[in-house]
């Protein structure tokens, strides 16, 4: 959202802009805060030890509706498929408050997959009165569903305008430089639905591949939650060529991504984001809310069995050709400039004060 906020910032003379936030992922949440230079308006601080998704939940809509109440806007922009999403427009909703949703019709259809996220987003897409779609895909699912046109704006993800802030040519970073030698793998894996067996599975597979190519160094900024964590150092553990590192701000996290080889992730922006740096990505999902990049030819699902993977992510470091093509497919989820295009939609609406 922070290019979004930049961006309705520049036009102070139609609007007014007010942000809140939650500080749901909060360790996240700071240093992106910090790198767009956004301050918030409102900090609902809600995250507390061993947090459930019924205390965020709850937690979300009384804060909110304090805040909405206070400021009374005339529309709330969220993002996404969050628990804070659902829960901040489900506020609005009960307030009678307009809801713009961005990143609006992604869609598995599979409830639990991933969870909670497809529920989120087919809630607050109910809600939702303006859709901004990053794809004609995720404007199609909407119209499928019997959401007005009108209603519904294809504008690229404000995920891609973020990376021309983010991404620097004279970045660096020691953990970049103990991989310069190598062919560098980003990993990232979090995803609720793969905690457990599933995860453990494809742990195995990439501790296989590594062991067999000793041109290859793995990073893996591991997510905060306890069971991942174990999961990884269980894993993981002791490989020298294999790197477990507390989660990356924002600013370093993209940086890493442009430099390299290939991601592997369960990850849902990630499979936005590399395509923009022409990086292939190894989805370790067995669905996926962004079929567009699948088509494009910028993905692939591997799903979590442990040889799907395995053999997956070999055969992207032994087939030079299938690479070049992943590497270099068009990204379908934007070219950098949906905040503009989100802005032109509500500056048309009359949406300000």
Not at 52 to 79: C, Y
Not at 269 to 289: F, M, N
Request: hydrophobic share 40%.
């Amino acid at each position: 959202m922070c290019p979004l906020v930049l961006e309705l910032n520049r036009r102070s003379e139609h609007f007014k802009t007010t942000v809140c936030v939650t500080g749901q992922h909060r360790e996240m949440l700071d240093s992106v805060l910090e790198a767009f230079c956004v301050v918030p308006d409102f900090d609902l601080s809600i995250m507390d030890n061993e947090q459930t998704l019924f205390d965020i939940t709850s937690k979300v809509m009384a804060g909110m509706r304090d805040v909405l109440n206070e400021q009374k806007p005339d529309i709330v922009l969220v993002h996404g498929d969050t628990t804070t999403t659902f829960a901040a427009a489900l506020a609005c909703f009960y307030l009678g408050i307009p809801v713009g949703h961005i990143e609006a019709g992604l869609r598995t259809y599979n409830i639990h997959s991933p969870y909670p996220e497809e529920f989120n987003r087919q809630a607050v897409d109910t809600i939702t009165e303006y859709h901004f779609a990053p794809t004609k895909t995720s404007r199609e699912n909407l119209l499928s569903e019997g959401k007005s046109s009108g209603t519904v704006f294809v504008t690229g993800n404000t995920g891609i305008d973020a990376l021309k802030t983010t991404v620097r040519e004279d970045f660096t970073h020691p953990e970049l430089d103990w991989a310069a030698d190598s062919r560098l793998i980003m990993l990232t894996a979090h995803r609720r639905e793969n905690l457990g067996e599933p995860m453990r599975r494809f742990f195995k597979a990439i501790r296989r591949v590594v062991d067999e190519f000793p041109d290859i160094k793995v990073i893996y900024p591991v997510h905060l939650n306890p069971i991942v964590g174990h999961a990884a150092k269980s894993e993981f553990g002791g490989h020298p060529r294999i790197r477990l590192i507390p989660p990356l701000d924002v600013l370093a996290f993209h940086n890493f991504l442009a430099r390299s080889y290939l991601i592997l992730t369960d990850s849902g922006g990630i499979q936005e984001e590399a395509p923009s740096l022409g990086k292939p990505v190894l989805v370790l999902r067995d669905t996926t809310e962004r079929p567009e990049g699948v088509m494009a030819g910028t993905l692939r699902l591997v799903g979590t069995d442990e040889d799907a993977v395995y053999n997956g992510f070999k055969l992207l470091l032994t087939d030079k050709a299938i690479y070049e093509t992943m590497s270099k497919a068009a990204n379908p989820y934007g070219d950098g400039f949906a905040s503009k295009r989100i802005a032109d939609v509500l500056e048309r609406c009359k949406l300000y004060l």
